[in-house]
């Protein structure tokens, strides 16, 4: 299983603070699951969103996850 845990933006467009989902491959095949379960809100989120998994920032989407990987969805903040 994978825990999904959404900030911010991404919280309001999923409609959840947290899900899990079975393990998936890459970080591109969980959005693309995201975006179909949630709709096009939390897919424009995702589209614009940094990852952290496992607490490491992901910025390749084609890199293999871990099975039992946490998946923080950061979206953009305003503000510094």
Request: zero cysteines.
């Given at each position: ?20 989902l079975p393990a998936v491959a890459t970080l591109d ?52």
């Amino acid at each position: 299983m994978v825990t999904i845990r959404y900030f911010a933006g991404a919280r309001a467009a999923a409609g959840a603070a947290e899900e899990r989902l079975p393990a998936v491959a890459t970080l591109d095949e969980l959005t693309g699951l995201l975006a179909q379960r949630h709709g096009p809100r939390l897919a424009a989120v995702l589209a614009a969103a940094s990852f952290l998994v496992d607490g490491q920032s992901w910025r390749d989407r084609t890199r293999p996850l871990p099975a039992q990987a946490v998946v923080d969805v950061l979206p953009p903040f305003a503000g510094g």
